[in-house]
């Protein structure tokens, strides 16, 4: 038995106010700015030419307003996530190590993708996070699924393409930022 594709855009937040003009406030709350919204309203075209099935974000404002615009084209709902969200802080610690909240914030996006695939086999799925959660997932999988990427970083408001067969990832792309 073969099994159809599983395809996962992993979106960054479009861009942002700056931590600098908002501080202190709360960054959960920090909106995308002008340009941002542009973007947001840019890859809501560019992701709706594919059928989705399901839209899942960081719960943080600007990923919310990443993936408003391509929910309200499809008139989808958005999920919250909060594996795709920063953290304040992490449950382990390793003398203040910052892989090792990397290495958390990875694994439980991990943990996540990995249902997704599970119960949403042959579908194609958007998830939206953060600088930080992106590279850590995406090293992550690198490294279990041998998949070839050389640069785990994006701008904000790019994305990689996923591509699974079964629960492997099979291939990735990298798309740049509207």
Same mark, same amino acid.
């Given at each position: 038995? /073969?099994?159809?594709?599983?395809?996962?855009?992993? !979106?960054?937040?479009?861009?942002?106010?700056?931590?600098?003009?908002?501080?202190g406030k709360?960054?959960?709350?920090?909106?995308?700015?002008?340009?941002?919204?542009?973007?947001?309203?840019?890859?809501?075209?560019?992701?709706?030419?594919?059928?989705?099935?399901?839209?899942?974000?960081?719960?943080? /404002?600007?990923?919310?307003?990443?993936?408003?615009?391509?929910?309200?084209?499809?008139?989808?709902?958005?999920?919250?996530?909060?594996? %795709?969200?920063? #953290?304040?802080?992490?449950?382990?610690?390793?003398?203040?190590?910052?892989? !090792?909240?990397? #290495?958390? @914030?990875?694994?439980?996006? @991990?943990?996540?993708?990995?249902? %997704?695939? #599970?119960?949403?086999?042959?579908?194609?799925?958007?998830?939206?996070?953060?600088?930080?959660?992106?590279?850590? @997932?995406?090293?992550? @999988?690198?490294?279990?699924?041998g998949i070839?990427?050389?640069?785990?970083?994006?701008?904000?408001?790019?994305?990689?393409?996923?591509?699974?067969?079964?629960?492997?990832?099979?291939?990735?792309?990298g798309v740049? #930022?509207?």
């Amino acid at each position: 038995m /073969t099994h159809a594709a599983t395809s996962i855009e992993l !979106v960054r937040h479009a861009k942002a106010q700056s931590r600098d003009r908002w501080w202190g406030k709360p960054d959960r709350d920090r909106p995308l700015t002008k340009s941002g919204r542009a973007q947001s309203k840019s890859l809501a075209v560019d992701l709706s030419i594919h059928p989705i099935s399901r839209i899942l974000t960081s719960p943080f /404002t600007r990923c919310v307003q990443t993936v408003e615009p391509l929910a309200d084209r499809l008139g989808m709902d958005i999920e919250l996530a909060e594996a %795709l969200g920063e #953290a304040p802080s992490v449950p382990v610690l390793d003398a203040g190590d910052t892989w !090792v909240a990397s #290495a958390w @914030l990875g694994g439980r996006a @991990l943990a996540l993708l990995d249902q %997704l695939v #599970a119960d949403n086999a042959g579908d194609h799925v958007v998830m939206c996070s953060h600088g930080d959660i992106v590279p850590s @997932l995406m090293a992550a @999988l690198a490294g279990r699924d041998g998949i070839d990427v050389d640069d785990v970083h994006l701008k904000k408001g790019a994305r990689f393409q996923l591509q699974f067969k079964a629960a492997k990832c099979v291939a990735v792309e990298g798309v740049p #930022a509207p």
